[in-house]
């Protein structure tokens, strides 16, 4: 019986026991949270490149339960699955298209399944968030797939080593997990020391490191230290303000212990300001030592790890949002990074809130760069999103 179904069982199990507690009697206190949303989310792309002048739809049906067991003072219990089915000609035209999304995402266990695989439909199911969690006095302990959110800043995160993530995935909110331990000490109010090791086949492969966060002068400071598969991590962070400006910012040196390897620095800093109005702006800068001057497609085909976080060398960040009323929402997002290229990403979005759990989205993703001949825009994306919560 391979983990997957043995996972799968002790989730039936839990869900059963669930519904027992559900039967209490009424006025006890429910010790347990289950919540979720469903999601459809349909994709026009628009390809215009010498090679290939094309559209391109993609459905997708997304289904999470997220599930939380407040087991007693001490300990939690904690299990998310995330269910998608995909369909449309995306799943057609790609190779291999159940294999690629079974890898995404997965970590050092196999939690995931793919339950259907057609011509046009793939059907697959995950659990990203998997954990035992104790705390005590000032101690917190989690052991299992979970996510290790040590990064600051708002769309880079160098100090992200053990589960970094895409600006441009827009649709997972939640973002990747770790198969890890975490121990965490909190030493004071805005003080803590972290320890945590990813599961991992040999030491080379292995991802563990230690956090220190404090605070100081109204800032809060944090320090990283430990190895990343082949590589020494140093790196550091803060988060505080300059009168009314929000200002963050992080970096990471990555020096490789065996021969062979690439020295790197990733480094990232950003202002944001919220006016009278609502009106909120967001300034940011990302310097890449590994990147380089490539085509705008590559920003969504490239090795993306904490110390690769964008395709270019040096990117530019400015964002805006802004509520026209309480219901409707608006936002654009602006990465341009300067070279030979002059990549530039445009993602404006819409939302409006149809009810209280209802939401619908509409957003762009337009990408521009120089071909050596015309400044051009090889690829636009679409996206309408439906979302119900529960």
């Known amino acids: ?143 299992g797939r979970q996510r290790i959110n040590w990064g600051i800043s708002t769309v880079w995160n160098p100090n992200d080593i053990f589960n970094a993530f895409a600006f441009t995935d827009f649709d997972y909110e939640e973002r990747p997990g770790s198969d890890a331990l975490l121990v965490r000490y909190y030493s004071g109010v805005a003080s803590s020391v972290e320890i ?50 929000g200002f963050k910012g992080e970096f990471t040196f990555f020096e490789p212990y065996e021969e062979g390897g690439e020295s790197a620095f990733s480094a990232t800093a950003g202002l944001d300001y919220a006016f009278d109005n609502s009106l909120f702006l967001s300034l940011g800068y990302l310097y890449n030592s590994l990147g380089t001057d490539q085509n705008i497609l590559n920003l969504f085909n490239f090795n993306l790890s904490s110390k690769n976080l964008y395709p270019y060398k040096n990117s530019l960040f400015v964002s805006g949002t802004y509520p026209f009323s309480p219901l409707f929402n608006s936002g654009v997002s602006i990465i341009y990074s300067p070279g030979e290229a002059n990549a530039l990403f445009l993602s404006p979005s819409f939302t409006y809130s149809i009810d209280d759990n209802w939401d619908i989205d509409l957003i762009g993703q337009i990408a521009f760069n120089d071909d050596g001949n015309e400044y051009t825009s090889p690829l636009q994306s679409f996206f309408l999103r439906l979302k119900w919560s529960y």
Do not use: C
């Not at 049906?61 to 369909?87: C, G, M």
């Not at 990813?198 to 109204?218: H, I, R």
């Open 1 to 143: 019986m391979n983990i997957f179904i043995k996972i799968n069982l002790l989730i039936l199990f839990i869900f059963s026991s669930v519904s027992l507690l559900a039967q209490a009697e009424e006025g006890e206190e429910k010790n347990w949270v289950l919540n979720g949303y469903i999601k459809s989310l349909q994709t026009a792309t628009v390809i215009n490149t010498p090679f290939l002048e094309s559209t391109i739809t993609d459905n997708l049906i997304h289904n999470r339960l997220n599930f939380k067991w407040y087991i007693n003072d001490a300990w939690t219990f904690k299990a998310d699955l995330r269910t998608r089915l995909f369909y449309g000609e995306q799943v057609k035209m790609t190779t291999n298209y159940a294999d690629l999304v079974d890898d995404v995402n997965n970590d050092y266990f196999d939690l995931s399944s793919v339950l259907l695989d057609r011509e046009a439909w793939v059907f697959h199911t995950m659990l990203d968030r998997l954990y035992i969690q104790y705390n005590k006095n000032d101690w917190e302990i989690r052991l």
């Open 196 to 245: 945590a090791v990813k599961a991992a086949d040999s030491f080379t492969e292995m991802t563990a490191a230690t956090l220190v966060k404090m605070n100081k002068w109204e800032y809060d400071f944090q320090v990283l230290l430990g190895k990343a598969s082949t590589d020494i991590v140093f790196g550091g962070g803060w988060a505080g303000n300059i009168k009314d400006l």
